[in-house]
C-alpha cells in the first residue's frame, strides 16, 4: 500500500534511529550545547550517554536548542515535493519551542504547496512517553489507518500514556525552571526523591515526595502495576540518567510483579538529561488513563 503521508517526530524521543528507519519514521534533531560547542543530536555517536551523565555528576553544565527552521524544511519539503502530507507526533509544547516552530513551518509549507497538509500533533510527552505515541502511530499507519482517522485516534493514545519517573537531584529540575529554588534546595538538604508524572498538558506533576533512592525506585513499580492495563501484551520501557544499577532494579521489580510481555531498559537520551539530570529514572506504557 502507497503511503500518502509521512510521520515525523524529533530526537526528545528515546527511539533508536533504527526502528524509526525501519518503521519509515523521520527525525528532527534538537541540539546541546557542551563549553559553548553545539553538536545535533545523532542518537549518542557524539555525545555519548554513558560518559555525558559521569561529566554532568562531575559539573559540567549543558543546555539544549530546540529544532531549528532549515532542519524542519530540509526533513518535510522533499516529502511535500513527493506529494506527500506531513504529521509530527512532537515534543510538549510546554518543555520546548520545538512544537511552536513546527506550526509556524506548517503554515508556511502548505501555502507554498497548496493541497498539502502539514500537521502538528503536541504529544504533551517526552523520552518514551512521546516514544511510545509514535510506535503506536506508526503501527495504525502501516495497518493502513488514512491520515484523518489517525488525527482522531491520537487524543486517546496520549491521555494512555504513562510517564512516572523520579530524579536524583533536584537542582537541575530548579536550573531548567521546572522547580522553586527553596523546593530544589530543602527537598535536597532531607534527602526527598519525588516520584512525578507528566500532565497531558506537558506539565511535571509531584505524586509523592520519597525519602530514599531505593523506595522512589519500588514507587515507581507500584505505580507500573497499579495503573497498565493488559500488562502481559505490553512492553514496559525504563529510561535512565546514568543509573544502570537502579534501572535493573526496578527491571526486576516490574517483571516480578507487572509481569509484562516484556521490560526495554535504554539510557535517557542527553536532551532530555540536560534538565532532568543524572539519575533520572523513569517508566513508561499504556494504561487506562495518563494518571
Not at 500537521?119 to 495504525?140: C, H, K, N
Not at 532531607?190 to 514507587?219: C, D, F, H
Request: proline share 5%.
Amino acid at each position: 500500500m502507497e503511503c500518502t503521508y509521512k510521520i515525523f517526530t524529533d530526537t526528545t524521543t528515546d527511539l533508536t534511529p533504527e526502528w524509526m528507519t525501519q518503521n519509515n519514521v523521520g527525525w528532527l534533531a534538537h541540539g546541546i550545547v557542551i563549553d559553548g560547542k553545539e553538536t545535533k543530536d545523532d542518537f549518542g555517536k557524539t555525545v555519548k550517554p554513558e560518559s555525558f551523565y559521569d561529566k554532568v555528576r562531575g559539573g559540567l553544565m549543558p543546555t539544549t536548542t530546540q529544532v531549528d527552521i532549515p532542519t524542519f524544511m530540509e526533513a518535510y519539503e522533499p516529502e511535500l515535493q513527493a506529494g506527500r502530507d506531513i504529521l509530527y507526533i512532537g515534543f510538549a509544547s510546554n518543555m520546548s519551542g520545538t512544537f511552536n516552530t513546527s506550526q509556524m513551518i506548517a503554515k508556511e509549507l502548505m501555502e507554498k504547496y497548496p493541497g498539502r497538509r502539514v500537521l502538528s500533533f503536541d504529544t504533551g510527552a517526552a523520552s518514551m512517553g512521546q516514544g511510545i505515541i509514535v510506535m503506536e502511530a506508526a503501527r495504525l499507519q502501516q495497518a493502513g489507518m488514512p491520515l484523518d482517522e489517525l488525527l482522531q485516534e491520537l487524543p486517546h493514545i496520549k491521555e494512555t500514556a504513562c510517564h512516572f519517573f523520579t530524579v536524583d537531584d533536584l537542582n537541575h529540575l530548579y536550573r531548567g525552571g521546572r522547580l522553586s529554588r527553596s523546593s530544589a534546595f530543602f527537598g535536597t538538604l532531607v534527602g526527598i526523591k519525588p516520584v512525578m508524572y507528566l500532565s497531558t498538558e506537558g506539565k511535571l506533576v509531584p505524586i509523592n515526595k520519597i525519602r530514599g533512592r531505593r523506595q522512589a525506585v519500588e514507587e515507581l513499580c507500584k505505580l507500573t502495576k497499579e495503573y497498565i492495563e493488559d500488562g502481559e501484551n505490553q512492553v514496559v520501557y525504563i529510561c535512565h540518567g546514568g543509573s544502570p544499577e537502579d534501572a535493573a532494579y526496578l527491571e526486576s521489580l516490574v517483571r516480578e510483579q507487572v509481569h509484562p510481555r516484556d521490560v526495554d531498559v535504554r539510557y535517557l537520551t542527553p536532551i532530555i538529561g540536560t534538565h532532568a539530570g543524572p539519575g533520572t529514572l523513569a517508566v513508561f506504557f499504556f494504561g487506562g488513563k495518563r494518571y
